[in-house]
């Protein structure tokens, strides 16, 4: 029998007589009607908001408006077509048809992350950066050790130099280093009295890193600036996208390359570069220090132009998903 799938909503009229002419033609052509709404699902609605009502049987899709005839020439159309593949016995067709009966577990589940994947996307990287944050709440109100268990945890996941690193309930939000060049604020050797910290190789830099702060300097957050901007702005695209209602295009990678990975890069590296204290390259590529606003910029940058390249893809298979599962869910509720 063919599955036939009507695509509909409340109160509306030419679906009524779809259904009306389908139900004529079933004696003629035996099928099995199901119907999906497309308020059910917003990339559904999205789709077929001003096509509705849409019809599809087998591979064939119709949209409004929809004639007797249409549908009768589409109905033999399929049947045809589905009496062929029957008869030839085709390994695929029957695998598809089998797998369509019958609902699993694992169904369900990817139905489940298909429909709440932002949500959990969101939650993930709000916990993500939310906990660097909490440290220094936790220690400012005294609580050392679950917030030293923090900054232990993402301690593999980022260098945590305090001369990096945006600083809360202290006299400043930052501490750079002296060859930064930033004006008007205490540098990190001022603030700290940790020496010698221009030498990438000198122990002083374990220190600066260990260093979480004092009452008066105030407290490390567990992620240095760049990380700090890169997963705020993913987190801001995510709750942006999803209060859009997810129809945010993906950005385009070369805008994606020129906007978010060049800065970063071109800050970080040759950062990187310039103090290794190679003879050869220090006339080409003299020392620097980033300052906060270089690293926090690129990094925003960075997250945010990543979030819009990778989360309209996602959701674009999730969709797919999405709409797969409606069907395959109405489908097997109209065949019990």
């Not at 695509?7 to 099928?31: F, G, I």
Request: charge should be positive.
């Amino acid at each position: 029998m063919l599955n036939v799938t009507l695509y509909t909503r409340k109160a509306c009229k030419l679906c009524d007589e779809v259904k009306a002419d389908l139900n004529q033609l079933q004696s003629q052509y035996p099928h099995r009607l199901v119907e999906v709404d497309i308020s059910s699902d917003y990339t559904l609605t999205a789709k077929y908001d001003i096509d509705i009502p849409v019809v599809e049987i087998g591979p064939y899709t119709l949209k409004a408006p929809i004639t007797h005839q249409k549908l009768q020439m589409t109905l033999g159309a399929a049947s045809d077509r589905k009496n062929q593949l029957e008869q030839v016995g085709d390994p695929q067709y029957r695998m598809r048809i089998e797998k369509g009966k019958t609902l699993t577990t694992g169904d369900r589940v990817s139905y489940w992350i298909a429909k709440r994947y932002l949500l959990m996307l969101n939650l993930f990287m709000l916990f993500y950066v939310g906990l660097p944050f909490l440290a220094p709440t936790l220690m400012k109100l005294g609580a050392e050790l679950p917030a030293k268990a923090i900054y232990r945890m993402y301690s593999p996941l980022c260098h945590q130099f305090g001369f990096r690193s945006f600083f809360l309930y202290g006299e400043q939000a930052f501490y750079p280093l002296a060859e930064a060049n930033v004006s008007g604020v205490k540098t990190f050797e001022q603030a700290t009295g940790i020496p010698n910290l221009n030498d990438p190789s000198s122990y002083t830099r374990f220190q600066a890193r260990a260093y979480t702060g004092d009452e008066t300097v105030g407290y490390k957050i567990a992620l240095c600036e760049r990380d700090a901007a890169i997963y705020l702005a993913i987190l801001i695209f995510g709750v942006v996208f999803g209060l859009t209602g997810r129809r945010i295009s993906s950005l385009h990678w070369v805008l994606w390359i020129l906007i978010g990975l060049v800065p970063i890069g071109l800050d970080g590296f040759s950062q990187l570069f310039s103090q290794f204290n190679w003879a050869w390259l220090a006339s080409t590529l003299p020392y620097r220090e980033s300052t906060p606003f270089l690293r926090a910029l690129t990094g925003a940058l960075f997250g945010l132009t990543t979030a819009w390249f990778a989360y309209p893809s996602i959701e674009e298979s999730m969709s797919e998903t999405r709409q797969y599962y409606i069907k395959k869910f109405a489908v097997n509720r109209a065949s019990e």
